[in-house]
């Protein structure tokens, strides 16, 4: 793969399109723009009096975007920012209200496949983990710093890792001697847990998910950004949300669910989530774990 083209493939496209069901001149905010991918269907559907909004923490990922997207670039406007902070960003351009909302949580395949940015165990590099890597804690931080408590309790509930205990015992032992700061110091002492190749992929798996969400403090973010995204959202607008753990899925879940009960204004789309179909898993094994979920505004 050329590190000056990265290849993403965006999930659940079809069904993207199909449920926020644009238009011609329909404006849609897209608080993960990643590097474009929904975005260039999106904007085939809305055409030249349309308005694309693109947010994302990532200054590579928005620098490639607007690349991709460079024929588009009248109806598109981009934002370095989280897509909890969409709200108040449009507001200060005097945007009150838009048509679509679409959010697909999932890693950017440039996030899986640039090794300095920690993301995979399969890779030697720093712990970083972060999404925007001006700020904020990174992974290294987490491990050196945080107590045995914290630490079980983050591979548990972020990453339901039945080992947590013992890894996180294992990590505050290790530190003492020497501070963790690449990606394979955490993958030693979960090979001394595991030991064969596939289980110890299987818990790395789990516990770096842990960690990523931790450092970048996912689920507390979508928590407090769905009703504010939801806000935003005109009289027959939609909003999408793709998942990728069980923990998102259930805070989009409730939060629509809550929407709905509190305006009979707006309506769930999905009663059961959307998954990809086989031929997409084929094409596309990354996509694996997405649920999409849409709401619809009267």
Request: aromatic share 8%; charged share 25%.
């Amino acid at each position: 793969m050329s590190q000056n083209k990265p290849v993403h493939v965006p999930v659940l496209l079809k069904e993207v399109v199909n449920y926020l069901a644009l238009l011609p001149g329909r404006s849609v905010v897209d608080g993960t723009l990643g590097l474009g991918g929904h975005a260039l269907s999106c904007l085939k559907e809305i055409g030249v009096k349309g308005k694309y909004y693109g947010f994302d923490l990532d200054e590579n990922n928005l620098k490639i975007a607007k690349k991709r997207l460079q024929l588009f670039s009248s109806e598109c406007q981009f934002f370095q920012d989280s897509f909890v902070h969409c709200h108040d960003r449009l507001q200060e351009l005097g945007i009150t209200a838009v048509d679509a909302i679409l959010l697909d949580l999932g890693l950017s395949s440039p996030h899986v496949d640039d090794a300095s940015r920690g993301f995979s165990f399969q890779k030697k590099a720093p712990l970083d983990m972060r999404f925007d890597r001006s700020k904020g804690l990174t992974a290294a931080h987490v491990l050196n710093n945080y107590t045995e408590y914290d630490l079980k309790t983050i591979f548990y509930r972020y990453g339901e890792e039945k080992y947590a205990p013992k890894l996180a015992r294992m990590i505050v032992a290790r530190r003492r001697e020497k501070a963790l700061g690449i990606t394979e110091d955490l993958m030693n002492l979960i090979q001394e847990i595991m030991r064969s190749p596939k289980d110890q992929n299987r818990m790395a798996s789990r516990v770096f998910q842990a960690l990523r969400i931790e450092v970048n403090d996912e689920l507390n973010v979508l928590r407090e950004a769905i009703p504010s995204l939801l806000s935003l959202l005109k009289s027959g607008g939609r909003m999408v949300v793709i998942s990728y753990h069980s923990l998102e899925d259930r805070i989009v879940k409730q939060g629509f669910k809550q929407a709905a009960l509190n305006d009979c204004d707006y309506q769930i789309l999905t009663k059961k989530p959307i998954v990809p179909s086989e031929a997409e898993l084929q094409k596309n094994p990354r996509s694996r774990s997405a649920k999409l979920r849409a709401i619809f505004k009267s």
